[in-house]
């Protein structure tokens, strides 16, 4: 609404400046010259004597002459008017789009951020126990690893998770295995399948939600940089944690910040 005033407004005051006041003007210069062309004719009327001093065709010549440049003024006023109102209607052009721009961006980070907010599922349990297999095949026949082992793992990665140990920030698969008591191969198969995501996305993604998490949970997080906030979240570099939240939640993290501010201050007001 306030950008729609401001174009009213700036319209108000174009018409004002560049338009109603050199119309004006041309209008004054005209009634001028007519005044003293009108002066002039009635003077050549009053002196009885002129004819004699003044050759016929030289006064045509001159009428002609005055007669031409009132309508080249008409004409130059003509066009002048038009050229205003072109341009007048192609800068209301413009800033309608870009008021629709505006407002149409505006959207479409409220709708990403949204989708994130609404993305945010509790977090699953992972143990053996609860896992819900796709297909009722055994275990062992749709991995090839014995299922005592891939129980140790889903089980490691319960505690993982719970423990926020992926918050490490040189966190490796050769040390998560190491503290599995297993191998790179099976943790990284057990972590494809159940996970669905390789390794370094199933890292990612746990520090991402966690990241959100603290966002939505602590305030004062907020004010954090994005730097401070990539090392808290175990990324080394503010420009990776910026790539891979813009991946994950299809907004950057600068934008997710300010619809999430302003969406608790709707919620307080």
């Known amino acids: 609404m306030r950008i729609f005033l401001w174009i009213v407004f700036f319209f108000i005051g174009y018409y004002q400046a560049f338009i109603k006041s050199p119309l004006n003007d041309l209008r004054l210069i005209f009634e001028n010259k007519n005044k003293n062309f009108t002066t002039n004719s009635s003077?050549?009327?009053?002196?009885?004597?002129?004819?004699?001093?003044?050759n016929g065709d030289d006064e045509l010549k001159r009428v002609n002459k005055e007669n031409f440049i009132l309508k080249e003024s008409h004409a130059y006023e003509r066009n002048l008017r038009n050229s205003i109102a072109l341009i007048s209607l192609l800068t209301f052009s413009i800033l309608l789009w870009l008021t629709f721009t505006y407002y149409r961006k505006q959207e479409y980070y409220k709708t990403l951020?949204?989708?994130?907010?609404?993305?945010?599922?509790?977090?699953e349990e992972f143990l053996y126990e609860h896992i819900q297999l796709?297909?009722?095949?055994?275990i062992y026949e749709q991995l090839d690893i014995n299922p005592l082992i891939v129980e140790n793992i889903l089980s490691y990665l319960n505690t993982f998770e719970q423990k926020k140990k992926y918050l490490v920030k040189d966190i490796s698969l050769l040390h998560m295995a190491r503290e599995c008591g297993t191998n790179t191969a099976y943790l990284s198969k057990v972590i494809n399948h159940y996970k669905k995501n390789n390794f370094a996305s199933y890292l990612n993604d746990l520090r991402l939600n966690h990241a959100v998490e603290l966002w939505k949970n602590t305030p004062k997080l907020r004010y954090k940089s994005i730097q401070g906030m990539a090392d808290m979240v175990?990324?080394?570099?503010?420009?990776?944690?910026?790539?891979?939240?813009?991946?994950?939640?299809?907004?950057?993290?600068?934008?997710?910040?300010?619809?999430?501010?302003?969406?608790?201050?709707?919620?307080?007001?």
């Open 43 to 54: 003077q050549v009327e009053n002196i009885p004597d002129l004819s004699n001093f003044l």
């Open 113 to 123: 951020y949204l989708q994130t907010i609404t993305k945010q599922e509790p977090k």
């Open 134 to 138: 796709e297909r009722d095949e055994p």
């Open 234 to 269: 175990g990324f080394n570099t503010a420009q990776s944690f910026s790539k891979k939240f813009n991946e994950k939640y299809k907004i950057s993290p600068t934008h997710f910040l300010k619809d999430l501010n302003q969406d608790i201050q709707k919620q307080v007001l």
